[in-house]
């Protein structure tokens, strides 16, 4: 369109990218991801240090937690999800608009961990789907964070429109 | 033979209530038929010698197989004179129904609705016998003994494809919920007032609390809070498990604070095998307890603030506990769940860093207290949201049986490690702070004065720290030391059956109590002589203390209720269990 060595062409040449669209947005949506405030037990503390000075997990976007699920998009099941919380927590899931995703933290949640009786649930994937799980018990701060990593990279793969 | 005064004053009252009586572990255990029981709590309140102001606990042991099946306990204790006394009343599974004690403590009535939930014996003239911990439309009572522990089998080769389909078709049941029930606030619906409902997904209630409010305009009618939402059967748990290895559940409990559910269980226990545990092991205990508390007041004083609006002082308290992580993540290697104190002493000796790193927090803090004092003690938001917000008189206090902080507050003198030292600490010099006013404001005070009581304890204990064993040395308890294990056939069995099968406890109930960070905690274990458990009752104190909230609530406004629940600093884990 502009001849090679015009003005144009150079600031063409300097300021615009080619890529898929699914691309550009997964990159913009992994950087922002707004975690929802929903501590169930133990992890929950470890999943408020990873706001805290020490592990800061605005360094890679996603300190936005947020108390409503309706302005989350990341809800890290942190703890024990036990039988009177099951209607709670899928309502809450509904909820949340999409795209989501979910963060099963913990040995708990991934599992039922130690707890393996009349009151927990064997694991929050029967009840919400999950994307990623992390072991631990509960996880240190510093698990937490790679799994916030693999989400990461999920979200930057999957499509805009899922 | 005269045993205790108080049973020899229960026989001369009450001449034909008492079904025998005797000595537990230096506590008077007094058997009583059950229906002289309202008039005896009565008369143990109100009888000037005797004063047991505070029922501690009610709970109730399943005996099965024996006859009859049930006992229903009544802890007593006198803030005053610091005495406990344990009242059981023998229930039949056939007539399971017992007179109320709410008349005479309103404390049992949470108390008494678990038994009902766990255990399912009524009580007569109990106002509001619902469920509590479980949810209302299940028909079962999870902690009789025989009711199976659920829970699903672990997936082998053989069974993994029925376990799936058992997985993939799981639903929850399903029912018609009807909004008025559901806040149980049936039949109060008065014109004028609104029904808002708070959790069990809320920022600031501390977890997964939920708490119904009426309210007229902004003033609260009536709080009341909905537990269970974390019901994790951790007591029934702990009956499937050996002795050791029911240390790790206690962790669970109350989360913020794990090694003081870790001393109060092994406490219990070594009572029952009747262990003396090396000064050593004691010192250790108690520094690891008051760091403990020292986090756990972080947590409470960060959200406390944050809840109120102040962003950075979380940001200072969460600073500062991650030293107190390090610290136990340096001795144990975990940074929570530590279960580094178990039965016999503490699990392993103390890293050779451990006494510089404490020294290094023990120089540090007492500025960074400053520091948060700064922020708040003056600070003109904070106290307009925290002064004469959540009143309760001294007496509600007691009647409602809250201990801890919040008791203190009142200024009730009672601090467990004062009145019923354990692990030594009557060898420490600390003072108890106590407040005036009963409200917000001075709980925050004096917490943060017990911080620094505890930092006085730290280092006293350090100083005085005492070389020798860091457990005991008794070989059916503790395992055998590596060197004579390879080396004597006879340490390597006990090792082996120490490790697969346990060590069996001799019968008999023992209760602990210690100073958790939210108030006293007890420990009653019950054993059968198996390895295991026949019963492991926890006292919560965070559970015992959210019932004042409808009364700190009352008549305040809404935005209140925020302040008065991060001043109780409930802890869900140990509410619901």
Known sequence: ?162 | MLLSPVISEIEERFPDAVLSAELRFGDPWVFVKKQHLPGLLFFLRSAPTLRYDLLFDVTCIDYLPQLPRFVVLYHLVSTSNGSKLMLAVPVAEEDPVLPTATEVFRTADWLEREIYDQFGITFTGHKDLRRILNPDHWTVHPLRRDFPLGGEDVAFTHNQDTLRLQADTWTEPQREMNVQDYLGLTGEAKEGTMIINIGPQHPSTHGVLRVALQIEGETVLRAVPHIGYLHTGIEKSAEHLIYQQAVTVTDRLDYLAPLSNNLGYALAVEQLLQLDIPLRAQYVRVILAELTRIASHLVWLGTHAFELGAFSVIQYAFREREIILDIFEELSGVRMMTSFINIGGIRTDLTPEFGTRVRGFLALFPEKLAEYENMLTDNKIWIERTRGIGRISAEEALNLGVTGPVLRSTGVKFDVRRTFPYSGYERFEFDVPTGTSGDVYDRYLLRIEEMRQSLRIIEQALEGLPSGPFRTDNRKVTLPPREEMEAVMEQLIHHFLLVSRGFPVPEGEACSLVESPRGALGFLVSSDGSPRPRRMRVRAPSFVNLQALETMCKGGLVADVISIIAGLDPLMGEVDR
């Open chain 1, 1 to 162: 369109m502009f001849a090679q060595g015009s003005s144009e062409h150079d600031a063409l040449r300097h300021h615009v990218m080619f890529g898929k669209l699914d691309e550009a947005v997964g990159w913009a949506r992994k950087l922002s991801i707004w975690p929802f405030t929903f501590g169930l037990a133990c992890c929950s503390i470890e999943m408020m240090s990873i706001v805290m000075p020490r592990y800061d997990l605005a360094r890679f976007g996603g300190e936005v937690f947020r108390s409503s699920p309706r302005q989350a998009d990341l809800m890290i099941v942190a703890g024990r999800l036990c039988q009177k919380m099951v209607p709670v927590i899928k309502r809450l899931h509904d909820q949340m608009p999409e795209p989501k995703w979910v963060i099963s933290m913990g040995a708990c949640a991934s599992s039922g961990g130690v707890f393996n009786n009349y009151a927990v649930v064997q694991g929050v994937d029967r009840v919400i789907p999950v994307d990623v799980y992390v072991p631990g018990c509960p996880p240190s701060p510093d698990a937490l964070f790679h799994g916030i990593l693999k989400l990461q990279e999920k979200i930057a793969k999957s499509p805009m429109r899922g």
